[in-house]
């Protein structure tokens, strides 16, 4: 199982660029890379997913060196309502059955003022 | 989110009575999941679902059971609640044929007293 490390908690501030890093030393050569975001008293929502060099979508990019053993998520000119944990998984998207996914603790991103 | 809802919303119930948690969702995915989520330790599986009356135990099963009799209808039990049950309980989705990627349900907040 491909288990992630990400930071617990990060804070920044209005208008800023966010990069969050997750290390998965372990990742299998089918594994993928996606990011959650979770706000208070919701569920978790998909942001971005990736399997080499780089992704963007409207919200966010996201890095992974050649060695995928890491990849960072980059959230653009931060605003208040960015606040929210963020998750890193990773899996094959081939098997979707849940035993092969961890969620971590995430990082919990606050934005201030 | 669209397409999965959970319900009841809200449940206040007294320790060793029966639960039953209910996810209905409507865009016709394989995969469904229940998960649980205290502070201090991210989401963690309870239970999975990879088609009609296919379920697998995840990492925290004990003390729950499921049932999946159609596809839109994915049910968690607690058998007799106990307090260490009091917990956020969030369904999720996901449809291999369309990548790796999870839909969450908002939730179900849990309090066994």
Redesign the interface.
Same mark, same amino acid.
């Given at each position: 199982l491909a288990k992630t490390t990400q930071p617990i908690s990060m804070d920044s501030y209005e208008g800023q660029e966010v990069n969050i890093t997750c290390s998965h030393n372990n990742i299998a050569t089918n594994d993928?890379i996606?990011w959650?975001q979770q706000f208070p008293?919701?569920? =978790?929502? $998909?942001i971005i997913?990736g399997y080499k060099t780089k992704v963007t979508n409207e919200v966010a990019s996201l890095f992974i060196p050649a060695d995928r053993k890491s990849s960072t998520l980059s959230l653009p000119r931060v605003s208040l309502s960015d606040t929210a944990v963020y998750?890193c998984l990773v899996?094959? =998207?081939?098997?979707?059955?849940?035993?092969k996914?961890i $969620?971590?603790?995430?990082t919990r991103l606050s934005i201030r003022p | /989110?669209a397409g999965i809802t959970q319900s009841p919303r809200h449940k206040v119930t007294e320790t060793g009575t029966p639960v039953t948690l209910r996810c209905h969702q409507t865009e016709n995915h394989?995969?469904m999941?229940w998960?649980r989520q205290d502070p %201090?330790? %991210?989401?963690?599986?309870i239970h #999975?679902s990879?088609g009609v009356k296919d379920t /697998?135990k995840?990492e925290v099963s004990d003390g729950y059971s499921v049932s999946r009799s159609k596809t839109e209808d994915f049910l968690l039990t607690l058998e007799s609640a106990t307090s260490s049950q009091t917990s956020v309980y969030?369904c999720?989705i996901? /449809?291999?044929a369309g990548? *790796?990627? #999870?839909? *969450?349900?908002?939730?179900t907040r849990l309090t066994v007293v």
């Open positions: 993928y996606t959650y008293s919701q569920g =978790p929502r $998909f997913q998750y899996g094959d =998207p081939r098997y979707s059955s849940a035993s996914i $969620f971590g603790s995430g | /989110d394989r995969y999941y998960y %201090g330790h %991210g989401l963690r599986l #999975y990879y /697998d995840g969030f999720a996901s /449809d291999p990548g *790796f990627g #999870y839909t *969450f349900g908002s939730g």
